[in-house]
Structure formats: C-alpha cells, structure tokens
C-alpha cells in the first residue's frame, strides 16, 4: 500500500510541475519568471544548488527525505557546459557539512527515479530581476566525475539510455550528422561530454588536470569525418592535450597504446604528458577509432 501511495504521490507532484510551466506564460523555453512568483509558484525558495520544498515533497520518498524541486544555475561551468537545450550540472560542494550536500544528491536523484523534471533557474544576466526558467529532466548522473546530466524539454525525453556504454556492445565506427539541427547537435554533443567525463573520470589522459573547464570531450576520429559518438571513439583530454592530438603532434600506437610523437618533436616534456601509456587505463579507445587516426597520423608524419 505505502509503495502505491508514493507513486500516487509522485503522478501527482508531475502534474503540478507540468502545469506550473505550462501556466506561466510564453510557449518557449525559457520562461522569465519575478524572484516573488518562483516562491509563489514553489518553484524555487532556496539560495544555492538544488533546493527541496520538503514540505511539499516528504512524503514521496519512504524515509521523508524529500524530492528536488529546482536546481539553481551560477556561472560554474556555464560556457562549457550549459545551452538553451540542456546542461551538466556539478554536484553542489557547499561549505555545510557533507551530509547537507549529500542529502540534496540523493534527493536529486530521487527525482529522476520518479521522473520528475525539475526547474533549472538562472539569473541570465547579473542586473536581470527576472530569472529564466527551464523545465529539465534528468538522463543520467555519475557519482566519480560529480555530474548530473540534464535536457530541457516541455515532456519528458523519449529512450535516452541511462549511460550504458558497454565496451561488450557492439562498436559504432561512423555516424551522418548532417541530417541534425542545433538542438540536437547540443544534446548530442553534451551527451559524448559526459559519458567520455564518466568513462575516464574527468581526468586528463595524459596528464593530471581535472579541472573541468579544463577537459574536452575529443573525438578520435573527428564528426567532421563522419566519426561516431560511440564512447570509445573519444578521449578526455586537457585543452593544451586535445589542441595537440587535433594538430597531429602525437599520436596512439593502437597495438601498444603508447603516445608516439611526431618527428622532430615537440616531445612527452615539452608537451607535458606525464601518462605516455595508456595500456593501464581500465577502459580504453576502441583499437579501430585509434587505428583510424593513426594510419592518417603515420602518413603525414612519418614518412
Ligand atoms: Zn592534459
């Protein structure tokens, strides 16, 4: 009885915030809502993070811990990572004892467990009154890089999978992307971020950055030749990294995964690679993506 009163509670609470969005008024996203009227709405009451109307939604979780409502924007990792189509957002790190913290993670989750979108609130500019509004769902989340995964929409996406990216699964070598407007070409190009962020940890391959802003989500064999986002055609790599791989200055040898160097240099010092041998990474590149890149490579640069 109690797991069926949850879900009645659950149905309920998506109906609210469907029709909290669909009553404000614009049919675009996002919506320009006043500071008074998020709080009336109980869209939003909180000051940073995710913010939880406990009072609203205790009784959709068994132990009363409540469900995500909002999750509040600020300049973190906006350029990177943030369009009018979705964003990655960082677990919130505030200075309260982790247990605060971890309870709004959790709560979070929570969410998308019910399928619950939430209200993604930004402060478009630092003199706006209005904040801009979207309805966000949330696809996926990983624990190690400290990321959740969220598209905005009016329902709820349709067949997005939550993260399986199994190295057993057959491999995707090349995809068209000619046919995909912007809006998918965001969502698309967001999702490879985040599962290339997930797969190697949002860590640098070749050296130690784990600066977010810092990392890219580089393709082996580029979308622009017609390669796949298929999650071991990529690398994680630092700016200065992925800006040496695209320029042709190393390359991986796929039968070693060693970085071999262009002839003449620079070298693995001038270059600041500090990992030469990817042989030890628990998950690694698909040898045909490397292969790939390396027959172009070794033809331009070794003969
Ligand atoms: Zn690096």
Same mark, same amino acid.
């Given at each position: ?74 300049? =973190?990792s906006?350029e990177n990572d943030f369009d009018t189509d979705g964003l990655m957002y ?24 019910? #399928? ?10 630092? @003199?706006?009154?209005? %904040?801009?509004?979207?309805?966000g769902?949330?696809e996926a ?6 990321l959740f995964l969220i598209s905005f929409?009016?329902?709820?996406p349709?067949?997005i ?21 912007t809006k998918s070409k965001n969502i698309r190009k967001r999702k490879f971020r985040f599962k290339i962020m997930r ?18 989500a ?11 986002d298929?999650? %071991?055609? +990529? &690398?994680? &790599?630092?700016? &200065? ?21 262009? @002839? +003449? +240099?620079?070298? =693995? ?10 042989? @030890?990474?628990?998950? #690694?590149?698909?040898?045909?993506? &490397? @292969? ?12």
């Open positions: 009885m109690k797991q069926m009163a949850l879900i009645a509670n659950s149905t309920h609470e998506l109906e609210y915030r469907l029709d909290v969005f669909k009553n404000i008024p614009g049919d675009k996203m996002p919506k320009s809502v006043s500071p008074e009227d998020l709080r009336k709405l109980g869209i939003y009451a909180g000051a940073a993070g995710f913010w939880l109307d406990k009072g609203r939604t205790k009784t959709m979780t068994d132990d009363g811990a409540g469900v995500t409502v909002s999750a509040l924007v600020t300049g =973190k906006y960082e677990y919130p790190q505030s200075k309260r004892p982790s247990t605060y913290d971890q309870s709004r993670i959790q709560a979070t989750k929570t969410a998308a467990l019910l #399928k619950l979108p939430i209200f993604v609130v930004i402060k478009p500019t630092s @003199n706006s009154t209005n %904040r801009d509004v979207f309805l769902w949330i989340w990983d624990d190690i890089s400290k929409g009016f329902e709820a349709k067949g999978p939550n993260g399986t990216d199994d190295d057993d699964d057959p491999f995707t070598f090349t995809s068209s992307n000619r046919l995909l407007d797969r190697y940890k949002k860590v640098c391959m070749l050296c130690d950055i784990k600066i977010t802003e810092l990392l890219a580089t393709h082996i064999r580029p979308t622009s030749k017609l390669g796949s298929d999650v %071991r055609n +990529g &690398l994680l &790599l630092c700016n &200065l990294h992925d800006k040496a791989f695209t320029e042709g200055l190393f390359s991986i040898n796929p039968s070693t995964y060693e970085i071999t160097y262009r @002839n +003449g +240099g620079p070298d =693995k010092n001038e270059l600041n690679i500090i990992n030469e041998d990817l042989s @030890n990474l628990p998950r #690694k590149p698909h040898p045909k993506a &490397l @292969n790939w890149h390396w027959e172009q490579w070794l033809s331009k640069n070794r003969s």
